[in-house]
């Protein structure tokens, strides 16, 4: 029979999240599917765990944005210390100096803004990777990697692993004294798979070890709550051999690495089996292998964006506007003000692509002196949402951008055609709806559309940064377009290389979604080539004469 101290409350763990507790190694890394419960039920009881035992300390909770960590990593945090009755503002403080009731940390930080205080005076650093020299000057005595698979490891390498030595002079004999947490889903390229060599480090028998000990404590725990409720008082040696068993548990764990591999399947009892349904209708296969069934899944290398590489994808965050939330997330407020990124003073040069089903716009601006093209963020609207819709949605974004002028590079596809619409063809559509919303609008037409083989060499020569402009994505604004452009196929024509559009004309499927296929990739190839080809000559008019 199972006794339980009626002083605290149940709570439920998944098998993945009481593994993790109960192994408890020095260095636990868990790869799992989405909506596991890797923040809320492995990440939260680590770092309450870390704060609480090694009162003082200082750790680091390392995400790949701070956007990222605003959104995703401290509102799971916040919300499971919440729910077991941590409550900010009494046990904890974020962004601020704590109140003089708290104890202070064996080192005082700098700066309070970017950390969250416990009340025992143990301090979490929020490490963005987006912000350089985050984690400078910095002891640690653990680390928490969240979202590790969008996570530079050169950066955790070179900056953070080497400040996670710890204060040797006050926790130099504690177990998790230097202790690393790593979490994500399965990775889908090769520099995101960085953590998936701690694997080649577990031992399991350590691990098995750890297990038969931390099953020995219980079972000891579990005799002498049973002998105090009889009114029996426990012998000393009982209460001695149960002392001594967990400081060997704990002798191991300061050793030991736990690597487990889980898919979402794991969580079914809260998930259910529709919701297992609806991510394999709504994600790409290969996203539902690896980010729901966390299936390691080899990367092709010989799509039409073969010379497409991570260092085409970037990071801006504008940390002065994400920091005046004061870690609360306002979904509403997070537009191009969010966006370090964004020249608000230039135009915003667009390409597009129009179907029945999809629509897109891919929005970037060119710096010539630096040789790229930023791909800003991309929108598209789907079904009974079109062209009027996906021009609100970029003018709802872009309401405080301070220059309302967009260039439109479009080629003959936008000449003629009104499937996306109703009367009048693409161009005049777009000019109209643009207008209406008190946006200035500068067409430039590119003629025919470029030969699949031409635009196949111009856009991969730009990847290796032998054209006028090599493009780069934010990822954060890019989701979709990204996993488009990394999943488009190429085919042999009579011309040479082909991209294969054939998908395009099928139905959506739960395997196939419209937003995954080539339409978008269209629309970046039409906002490449003229930015590359047709530069806009206009830039400094249109900055003061249209309009401000």
């Known amino acids: 029979m199972i006794l339980t101290d009626p002083k605290y409350k149940l709570t439920y763990f998944n098998r993945p999240q009481l593994l993790a507790q109960w192994i408890g190694a020095r260095t636990t890394v868990v790869v799992a599917g989405r909506r596991t419960g890797k923040t809320d039920s492995i990440a939260a009881p680590y770092a309450l765990k870390m704060m609480q035992r090694m009162a003082g300390s200082t750790g680091g909770v390392v995400v790949p944005t701070f956007k990222h960590g605003l959104t995703n990593t401290l509102p799971g945090l916040f919300a499971a210390w919440e729910r077991w009755g941590y409550k900010r503002g009494i046990h904890y403080v974020v962004g601020k100096r704590p109140p003089k009731s708290f104890a202070l940390p064996i080192t005082v930080p700098h700066d309070w803004e970017q950390v969250i205080s416990f009340y025992n005076g143990s301090v979490a650093v929020i490490l963005s990777q987006d912000r350089p020299g985050a984690a400078n000057s910095l002891t640690l005595s653990w680390i928490m990697v969240d979202e590790a698979k969008f996570v530079d490891p050169e950066k955790l390498n070179n900056e953070t692993i080497p400040a996670n030595g710890g204060i040797k002079t006050h926790f130099s004999r504690h177990a998790y004294n230097h202790a690393m947490l790593i979490l994500s889903d399965m990775p889908q390229s090769k520099k995101g798979s960085w953590f998936l060599e701690y694997e080649k480090n577990m031992n399991p028998e350590v691990i098995d070890a750890i297990g038969a000990g931390v099953y020995e404590i219980w079972r000891l725990k579990q005799k002498i709550l049973e002998m105090r409720k009889r009114g029996v008082e426990p012998p000393a040696y009982l209460r001695g051999h149960l002392r001594r068993l967990d400081q060997n548990v704990n002798r191991l764990r300061s050793i030991a690495t736990y690597y487990r591999e889980y898919s979402s399947v794991e969580n079914i009892e809260l998930l259910g089996e529709q919701y297992l349904r609806d991510m394999k209708r709504s994600l790409t296969p290969l996203t539902f292998q690896t980010s729901i069934m966390c299936h390691k899944i080899g990367i092709a290398r010989d799509g039409f964006y073969s010379s497409m590489q991570e260092d085409n994808k970037y990071n801006a965050s504008d940390f002065e506007y994400l920091d005046s939330f004061g870690f609360e997330y306002i979904p509403e407020a997070m537009d191009c003000r969010a966006d370090r990124d964004l020249d608000r003073y230039a135009p915003i040069c667009i390409g597009m692509d129009y179907n029945a089903n999809i629509n897109w716009i891919v929005a970037g601006q060119p710096d010539e002196h630096a040789g790229r093209?930023?791909?800003?963020?991309?929108?598209?609207?789907?079904?009974?949402?079109?062209?009027?819709?996906?021009?609100?949605?970029?003018?709802?974004?872009?309401?405080?951008?301070?220059?309302?002028?967009?260039?439109?590079?479009?080629?003959?596809?936008?000449?003629?055609?009104?499937?996306?619409?109703?009367?009048?063809?693409?161009?005049?559509?777009?000019?109209?709806?643009?207008?209406?919303?008190?946006?200035?609008?500068?067409?430039?037409?590119?003629?025919?559309?470029?030969?699949?083989?031409?635009?196949?060499?111009?856009?991969?020569?730009?990847?290796?940064?032998?054209?006028?402009?090599?493009?780069?994505?934010?990822?954060?604004?890019?989701?979709?377009?990204?996993?488009?452009?990394?999943?488009?196929?190429?085919?042999?024509?009579?011309?040479?290389?082909?991209?294969?559009?054939?998908?395009?004309?099928?139905?959506?499927?739960?395997?196939?979604?419209?937003?995954?296929?080539?339409?978008?990739?269209?629309?970046?190839?039409?906002?490449?080539?003229?930015?590359?080809?047709?530069?806009?000559?206009?830039?400094?008019?249109?900055?003061?004469?249209?309009?401000?």
């Not at 000449?415 to 643009?434: C, K, M, P, Q």
């Open 373 to 548: 093209l930023n791909v800003l963020k991309s929108f598209y609207v789907k079904y009974e949402r079109k062209i009027p819709a996906l021009v609100a949605d970029f003018c709802q974004y872009y309401a405080h951008h301070q220059n309302k002028t967009v260039v439109f590079y479009y080629d003959s596809t936008a000449l003629g055609s009104n499937y996306a619409v109703n009367t009048i063809d693409f161009r005049h559509t777009i000019i109209r709806e643009f207008e209406m919303h008190g946006w200035h609008v500068q067409p430039v037409p590119l003629g025919s559309p470029m030969r699949h083989d031409e635009k196949y060499n111009l856009i991969n020569l730009g990847f290796k940064g032998r054209n006028r402009l090599t493009p780069y994505f934010n990822r954060q604004n890019n989701d979709d377009l990204i996993l488009a452009i990394q999943a488009a196929g190429v085919e042999r024509g009579r011309l040479g290389f082909r991209k294969n559009k054939a998908g395009e004309k099928l139905a959506e499927t739960q395997d196939d979604l419209l937003e995954h296929r080539t339409d978008g990739t269209d629309a970046f190839d039409t906002l490449y080539i003229g930015c590359e080809k047709r530069p806009f000559t206009g830039l400094a008019l249109a900055s003061v004469t249209g309009i401000l």
